[in-house]
């Protein structure tokens, strides 16, 4: 939804219309959400222990100093409240029972161990399964999604593709109150000033009546809604659908169906085109232009010997594209089009933005990608790519801060070790390159 929108599994996004499309073609009728029955949250105590991240505010006496200081945290924002139209007496009735949740301390700092390699996340995500309930969806509320698609000009398949990924289909939305959890977030653990604009967010959102109280759970980290709105995203992008004259993402498919492809429209989506395409990379490419950066033609990127894998051509050779080779040049390689970067702003993740793509053609009648996925290779734990960016910095190569985390500068230096060492250099971080550091 965001770029610093926290990943849930990646390797785990406002113009109210008066007189709705959908009102004008309501052949789902109310279009209402069945209402998944709100369980306990996971009453999992927090583990006592320091997080993983090593951050300062995650320390275990740094959480329980900040869990002891929660009720005059809480007390602090609300000046903050006040700006957004919280009255003092909805405030203290919204926030009078709230407490901290420090189970989401371990949540929170699980996420950088998470050593999926994109084809298991894939295999996850994108299945036979998935496949054949979006269809279901895609024909059940098919007039909402005409409606939706002539609004705001966004593929169908891909607002069914995020509803797929993000909770199956409503299937697993999460069970934690928004609120408790916000609030948690920001009064407790290292990105505290992030999570502040989320609880107010969250705040304004019950206060005006888009969402009752009850009703607005989630995940974690706050995401609520089959397609797990942020609370900021939320008041970006929420939009009034079914004209009731309320924003509301959790019950209402039509409120649903077109604030998820409003998102999408305000983060660039270009009407027309697809996300990318499946291609081919030959051995002797230079993997020094598969940079997120760096667009070229697609005609120009054909002069470099990218191909597809039917042997078609690209429709629109004037489009322009950046490559993304996610597993070396021993797996499929992609042109990445302007509607990736789209579904990046929804979720910053490239497996996720890959998968939503991926799920979307299957959606459409598309199969499986030609190409394999090196399964044989083994995924570095956080640990392991750690300590690869600590040793290619030992040796000169530049990887920014080693935290474990395999972005473009250390893809790059991995490129440059791996030329050095006489290996095609697509920079894929593999326990075979991590040998060969530890060799040197």
């Not at 051509?313 to 499929?332: K, M, N, Y």
Request: glycine fraction near 10%; charge should be positive; aromatic fraction near 10%.
């Amino acid at each position: 939804m965001r770029a610093t929108r926290p990943i849930a599994l990646a390797a785990t996004l406002l113009v109210t219309i008066g007189v709705s499309a959908f009102a004008q073609n309501n052949g789902d009728r109310t279009g209402t959400i069945p209402a998944k029955p709100i369980g306990r949250p996971d009453a999992r105590e927090w583990s006592g222990e320091d997080g993983a991240s090593g951050h300062p505010q995650m320390t275990a006496a740094a959480i329980r100093q900040a869990a002891a200081n929660f009720q005059p945290c809480l007390e602090g924002l609300y000046p903050m409240a006040a700006r957004h139209g919280v009255s003092r007496m909805a405030y203290q009735s919204l926030t009078a029972h709230l407490s901290p949740d420090l189970r989401i301390m371990d949540l929170m700092d699980s996420q950088p161990e998470f050593t999926k390699a994109v084809w298991d996340y894939l295999d996850i995500l994108v299945n036979d399964k998935r496949v054949a309930a979006g269809r279901e969806m895609l024909e059940k509320y098919r007039s909402t999604f005409d409606a939706a698609e002539k609004a705001y000009g966004v593929d169908r398949h891909i607002v069914a593709a995020i509803w797929g990924v993000e909770t199956n289909y409503g299937a697993i939305r999460g069970d934690r109150p928004v609120l408790q959890s916000t609030a948690t977030l920001a009064c407790v653990g290292r990105r505290q000033r992030y999570f502040r604009d989320e609880f107010i967010a969250a705040l304004d959102i019950v206060n005006r009546g888009d969402v009752k109280k009850e009703r607005l759970v989630g995940s974690w980290a706050g995401a609520f809604g089959p397609t797990q709105f942020m609370p900021t995203a939320f008041k970006r992008y929420a939009v009034d659908f079914d004209g009731d004259g309320h924003r509301n993402v959790v019950d209402s498919m039509p409120d649903l169906i077109a604030s998820t492809a409003n998102n999408l429209k305000k983060a660039g989506w270009v009407n027309g085109q697809t996300w990318g395409y499946e291609v081919v990379i030959p051995a002797n490419f230079n993997f020094h232009l598969a940079d997120r950066h760096r667009a070229l033609s697609i005609a120009e990127w054909e002069r470099h010997g990218i191909t597809r894998p039917d042997g078609k051509s690209f429709p629109r050779p004037g489009d322009h594209a950046f490559i993304l080779i996610p597993a070396g040049v021993q797996g499929p390689g992609f042109l990445m089009l302007p509607n990736f970067r789209a579904i990046m702003k929804y979720n910053p993740a490239e497996a996720y933005a890959l998968a939503i793509g991926h799920l979307a053609d299957r959606l459409r009648g598309a199969g499986p990608f030609a190409q394999d996925w090196p399964r044989y290779e083994r995924v570095l734990t956080r640990a392991e790519r750690l300590e690869l960016q600590q040793l290619l910095e030992k040796h000169g190569y530049e990887v920014g801060e080693p935290d474990g985390r395999l972005g473009s500068k250390t893809r790059n230096a991995v490129r440059d070790f791996q030329a050095r060492i006489g290996r095609v250099p697509d920079g894929f971080a593999s326990a075979g390159v991590l040998e060969r550091l530890r060799a040197r």
